[in-house]
């Protein structure tokens, strides 16, 4: 069974399938992310005593840093694709992949100094709401370097084939990775700068 | 608008639309696990989702049954299955309160979340809409096949809880903390819930998208069938409003697992001991997160049920349905109001009389579209030549039950009623008449209305009446007392059934006249299940359109070989021309290319 418009947008609707499917999928996680967030606003608004300073600006802006680094490259890398320019896009996407994981080593140390300090979820809501959060967005992190590996790895044989639908799935990979930086940059500036 | 990412000229178009032979095989090559089990045909996941949906249905209809006995015949030993429920949960066959409490909770999630919505959305949207789009699957096979066996997981790990330590979740199906943190069970229902929201995000998003992409040749938005609009609207809401659960459900599960306190207030005393949690949290926010999802379930639950009753109405009156536009319009208006009105809940909760005020407004609002949509159906009755076949008994009587529902649901979306009526019977009674004989009848009307398409064959004619007419009178034996008892003030949720209340004596004998209902109807089910066996084997066959319907389903073989359509479908004409004046036949399908007379 042939499925048409994945790799062709329908001239209608301006989409491929592929697409719009991400981009619905980005419309659920903004929900995702927004009851979390709202959450946070409202256990902050609420409590009488919220404490502030325990939090690692340093380590948090070196990240935000990388992040949007992975961003350029990203982006970089998908469009090196559209062009056909193979090589280029390779390398622009393993630096992508190698960001996202100073990106996570940056964080678990982050963590494990917490920790170090008894600084656990329990202590206190400012607490639970950072390990919930970061965490939360950390998965994603995962996510997504999960997927890139995968187009590096076994993925990689689909452009052989089909390089339309290739192409398609890097730049839908990267639309998503575009969200997850935006994500960060909230959880920066709300959770650490606040 | 989205960034178009394909420019046409840099695709050469030897890599067009075809997927490379041997990515997804015909289906006569594939061996039988990959044809019946994981299959990525949207006909079979969508057979898949309806069977197991209808064995949850009946799985929770047995626990409720249960406790209809536990309620009439308080402490007495439940016959038949009371020996081996086990000495942790009915001790001589006699419920104790802990195992009444996981039933209630179980009751719910496994009607709402593993019956109802799996069958309509699951099971229904996935076989039909491609067909009545003239599509030759869904947009994305394997995401389908995905979102079936996360579904199938996620029940398992819900059924699996019932023989856990302690137990299953027993803090209701709303799941309000602090009880729900505390209590035990809790954790695999949390899990349970994230496998079943994340196949509901795969299952929306291929709706969403096949509905936009893979529409045939000529069907333009308004010429969809108003099935498809209803599944279409259903799948934003599953979308948009089940996130928000699913960050819920990690709050809950961080306050189980990690100790936190999102929802557990400062000074908590548990059996006269405090609780050692840190503190500071809002159990409040819970209940707002989980209505935001679960107020919208509610039209997940009944906007398929809607689209099912528009098709097999217009089908049996022989005409085409009065206000199209004006359904579709309200249908729209559902999907959007759906996300304001959810604090209606909780009036109770002293979130304060401004919010009441809102919420209140909102609910009044958006009992406007779905009155609209109530008349429309029962318009386009008026002046018909209506067939009483079985799949129209169910859509006609699904219009005054839903009524019923939708109209006494008016006294608890105002707050000052909703003060004396909250948590009482009368809740019950409402709700289940939307979703019961609301609802689950429109099921039964697409399971016989379909049922022809799916297996070449037609249901009996006698089941269905014995069927049809037994569901109806229990039902409303079943749920029209709750209203009295509700009335006069008998709260849900009462192990004994509220006996040692001084109020509630005069209401007690209910107790027994519903679960003698509740019984009966249990055995108006058994012609039903015989005769989904019996005729899909021995069933008259029936050719590809036996209702002279007019949509693009009807095109296809019954059943419908993988890729659905010999060749390909083009829609001439809107969805429902019957009786074109001066055409020779009383029914213009859609991919019927005559000319308009």
Known sequence: MEIPYSVRVRPDTGFTNGQLATWLFLASEAMLFGGVFSSYVILRAGAEHWPTGTLNIWTASVNTVVLMASSVTMSRASMSLKQGRWAVYRRFFVATAILAVVFLGIKSFEYAEHLSRGEYPSVNNALAVYYTLTGLHALHIVGGLIVMLYLLGPGARLHGTNPGLFTNRVANTGLYWQFVDIVWLCVFVMLYLL | ?597
């Open chain 2, 1 to 597: 608008m989205a960034a178009v990412f394909i420019d046409r000229a840099l695709v050469p178009s030897s890599t067009g639309d075809e997927l490379p032979t041997g990515d997804v095989p015909h289906m006569t090559q594939l061996p039988f696990w990959r044809r019946y089990v994981f299959s990525q045909d949207h006909k079979v996941v969508g057979i898949q989702y309806t069977l197991t949906g209808f064995l949850f249905m009946l799985l929770g209809f047995i626990v409720m049954m249960v406790i209809r006995w536990q309620l009439a015949y308080p402490a007495q030993p439940i016959p038949l299955i009371g020996g081996f429920l086990g000495v942790a949960n009915a001790p001589g066959g006699i419920m104790l309160p802990e195992f009444y409490n996981q039933l209630g909770a179980m009751h719910g999630t496994i009607m709402v979340f593993l019956g109802v919505v799996p069958v309509a959305v699951g099971g229904f949207g996935n076989y039909l809409v491609p067909l009545q789009i003239g599509a030759g699957d869904m947009a994305f096979p394997k995401l389908n096949m995905a979102s079936y066996w996360l579904y199938f997981c996620g029940g398992l790990l819900m059924l699996a809880s019932f023989f856990a330590p302690g137990g299953a979740a027993q803090s209701g199906w709303t799941s309000y903390p602090p009880l729900a943190v505390i209590a035990p069970g809790q954790t695999i229902w949390l899990v349970g819930m994230v496998f079943l929201i994340t196949s509901s995000l795969l299952g929306s998003v291929n709706t969403i998208v096949t509905v936009v992409q893979l529409r045939a040749r000529g069907l333009g938005w308004m010429r969809l069938p108003f099935f498809v609009w209803a599944q279409f609207v259903t799948a934003f809401l599953l979308l948009l409003a089940f996130p928000p659960l699913e960050a819920a459900a990690s709050m809950q599960l961080m306050d189980r697992l990690a100790n936190t306190s999102f929802f557990m207030p400062s000074g908590l005393v548990f059996s006269g001991q405090k609780l050692t949690v840190a503190g500071g949290g809002n159990p409040l926010l819970w209940q707002h997160l989980f209505w935001f999802l679960a107020h919208p379930e509610v039209y997940v639950l009944i906007l398929p049920a809607m689209g099912i009753v528009a098709e097999v109405i217009t089908n049996n009156t022989r005409k085409p349905l009065w206000g199209y536009r004006a359904l579709v319009v309200s249908a729209l208006c559902i999907g959007f109001m759906s996300l304001t009105v959810w604090a209606h809940h909780m009036f109770m909760t002293g979130m304060g009389t401004t919010m009441s005020t809102f919420f209140q407004v909102t609910t009044m609002l958006i009992s406007i579209p779905s009155v609209v949509i109530l008349a429309v159906l029962i318009l386009s009755l008026w002046g018909g030549s209506i067939r009483f076949t079985i799949p129209m008994l169910f859509a006609l009587a699904f219009l005054p039950m839903f009524g019923i529902g939708g109209l006494t649901g008016l006294p608890l979306g105002l707050a000052p009623t909703d003060l004396h009526l909250h948590d009482t019977y009368y809740v019950i009674g409402h709700f289940h008449y939307v979703v019961a004989p609301g609802t689950i009848f429109a099921l039964f009307a697409g399971v016989y209305y379909w049922f022809p398409k799916v297996t070449g064959r037609a249901l009996s004619n006698r089941l269905g009446q014995l069927h049809f007419w037994g569901s109806l009178i229990c039902m409303n034996i079943m749920f029209m007392p709750m209203f009295i008892q509700g009335l006069g003030g008998m709260n849900r949720r009462m192990y004994d059934g509220g006996l040692q209340y001084a109020h509630n004596q005069p209401l007690l004998k209910w107790n027994l006249v519903i679960g003698m209902a509740a019984w009966t109807l249990g055995l108006f089910q058994l012609p039903f299940i015989v005769n989904l066996f019996s005729s899909s084997r021995r069933g008259t066959l029936v050719d590809r359109n036996p209702w002279q319907a007019t949509t693009l389903e009807w095109l296809a073989p019954s059943p419908p070989g993988h890729g659905n359509f010999e060749s390909e479908p083009v829609a001439y004409r809107g969805p429902y021309e019957y009786s074109v004046p001066e055409s020779d036949t009383d029914f213009t399908p859609q991919f019927s290319r005559e000319a308009r007379p």
